[in-house]
């Protein structure tokens, strides 16, 4: 009985000590935006010209939509956009 004991504890530890040195994630600092365009019916605007401009920087970004309209942008810098 002692030594299941032992045996548990020790493999506790070897588990707490395997999960230490894991590799921490790091803070990201760029998100996705994703939006859809419809015009004055309702109705998707498939192809349609999309930009994003960062107002602290002028960086422009540009997306095209798909044919339901959405769009799409990967790895925004974290900013103030419009």
Same mark, same amino acid.
């Not at 045996?7 to 000590?17: D, N």
């Not at 996705?32 to 419809?38: R, Y």
């Given at each position: ?6 045996? =548990?504890?020790?493999? %506790?530890? &070897? ?7 894991? #590799? ?7 998100? =996705?935006?994703? /939006? /859809?365009?419809?015009?004055?019916? /309702?109705?998707?605007? #498939? ?10 920087? /002028?960086?422009?970004?540009? &997306? ?6 959405? =769009?799409? %942008?990967? =790895?925004? #810098?974290?900013? #103030?956009?419009?």
């Amino acid at each position: 009985m002692k030594a299941s004991k032992i045996l =548990s504890y020790l493999g %506790f530890l &070897a588990l707490s000590m395997g999960l230490a040195i894991l #590799p921490a994630r790091a803070q990201t600092t760029a998100g =996705s935006m994703e /939006g /859809g365009v419809t015009d004055t019916q /309702g109705g998707a605007v #498939p192809n349609g010209k999309v930009r994003l401009l960062n107002t602290a920087t /002028g960086l422009e970004l540009n &997306a095209t939509t798909d044919e339901t309209g959405r =769009s799409i %942008f990967r =790895s925004c #810098p974290w900013a #103030p956009m419009r």
